[in-house]
């Protein structure tokens, strides 16, 4: 599966089970900006610690379901404007 680089799609196309949809976002209601700078925004689960606390199995929620999805333009896009380095330092 590729790296998650947490663009965030997942959790606007495709919400894991405990996801929460929010018509005026038009994304989870859990789904939190994570790194905002002035030229990339990265974004992470905001129940993420309380998910893996009822499922361990659930490692890694809702995110590494859109990498392959054929219409995802925003990771896409993210990859062609940034390389891994600049983004490596807020994935962990
Ligand atoms: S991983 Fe978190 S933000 Fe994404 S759909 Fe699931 S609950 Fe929502
Ligand atoms: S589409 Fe891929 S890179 Fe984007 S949040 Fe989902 S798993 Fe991460």
Redesign the pocket.
């Known amino acids: 599966?590729?790296?998650?680089?947490?663009?965030?799609?997942?959790?606007r196309v495709d919400l894991c089970p405990y996801g929460k949809w929010n018509e005026e976002t038009g994304a989870c209601t859990h789904l939190e900006v994570q790194v905002a700078t002035p030229k990339f925004t990265l974004?992470r689960c905001g129940i993420y610690a309380q998910i893996v606390a009822e499922d361990r199995d659930f490692a890694?929620p809702?995110?590494?379901?859109?990498?392959?999805?054929e219409y995802?333009e925003?990771?896409r896009e993210?990859l062609s404007q940034h390389t891994w380095f600049d983004l490596w330092g807020h994935l962990t």
Do not use: E, H, T
């Open positions: 599966m590729p790296k998650c680089v947490r663009c965030g799609y997942c959790c974004y890694s809702g995110f590494g379901r859109g990498c392959p999805f995802n925003d990771r993210l």
